[in-house]
T-cell receptor, first 113, second 113 residues
Framework: DADVTQTPRNRITKTGKRIMLECSQTKGHDRMYWYRQDPGLGLRLIYY???????NKGEISDGYSVSRQAQAKFSLSLESAIPNQTALYFC????????????FGPGTRLLVL | SQKIEQNSEALNIQEGKTATLTCNYT??????LQWYRQDPGRGPVFLLL?????KEKRKERLKVTFDTTLKQSLFHITASQPADSATYLC????????????FGQGTTLQVKP
């Protein structure tokens, strides 16, 4: 089984809808991250969490919120989806002790119509 | 302003040759730099990490150099194979001891048989 899983893998939604992307990990890592990837722009950090009680904004957090329900679960919500949030979303984890390396999930492809 | 840049144009080489990818950065003082591989529709996978006090790191057919004076890292794949075809991302720590990575936009490598 994959160490970092994301659901759903693909999602089509309409402008104005609220949606949630979920991430689960079995690596036992304390740090979790949400990125979005757009063609030509690379990966950009949306939010990150270093433990259950620690949530931090990344460089592009506007329009997004997150919830760290447990050490193993980190959810990303789009409160009111808009077309320019169409992108590939990745969850990643890392361990405080070996903090540098990040382990990525398979991604969620989101289309906002 | 802070930037991390990789060649946006795809690199096409013949099987057996050495591929060299470049990552340049400005206005960062990273303690380390990482390289990831990303296949279409998949999450990035960690390949190598090189620290600021290391000039060179090797792993099998991969070699990474890190020049903090030039603010540049070079990523080499020797004896390249068609299976090496992918997008390669460099990443560095955006702020000291935060674990937050800043990614380049990636360079796509195509190895032709």
């Amino acid at each position: 089984d994959a160490d970092v899983t994301q659901t759903p893998r693909n999602r089509i939604t309409k402008t104005g809808k609220r949606i949630m992307l979920e991430c689960s990990q079995t690596k036992g890592h304390d740090r979790m991250y949400w990125y979005r990837q757009d063609p030509g722009l690379g990966l950009r950090l949306i939010y990150y969490s270093f433990d259950v009680k620690d949530i931090n904004k990344g460089e592009i957090s506007d329009g997004y919120s997150v919830s760290r329900q447990a050490q193993a679960k980190f959810s990303l919500s789009l409160e009111s989806a808009i077309p320019n949030q169409t992108a590939l979303y990745f969850c990643a984890t890392s361990d405080t002790l070996t903090e540098e390396t990040q382990y990525f999930g398979p991604g969620t492809r989101l289309l906002v119509l | 302003s802070q930037k991390i840049e990789q060649n946006s144009e795809a690199l096409n080489i013949q099987e057996g040759k050495t591929a060299t990818l470049t990552c340049n950065y400005t206005n960062y003082s990273p303690a380390y730099l990482q390289w990831y591989r990303q296949d279409p529709g998949r999450g990035p996978v960690f390949l190598l990490l090189i620290r600021e006090n290391e000039k060179e790191k090797r792993k099998e057919r991969l070699k990474v150099t890190f020049d903090t004076t030039l603010k540049q890292s070079l990523f080499h794949i020797t004896a390249s194979q068609p299976a090496d075809s992918a997008t390669y991302l460099c990443a560095l720590e955006g702020s000291s001891n935060t674990g937050k990575l800043i990614f380049g936009q990636g360079t796509t490598l195509q190895v032709k048989p």
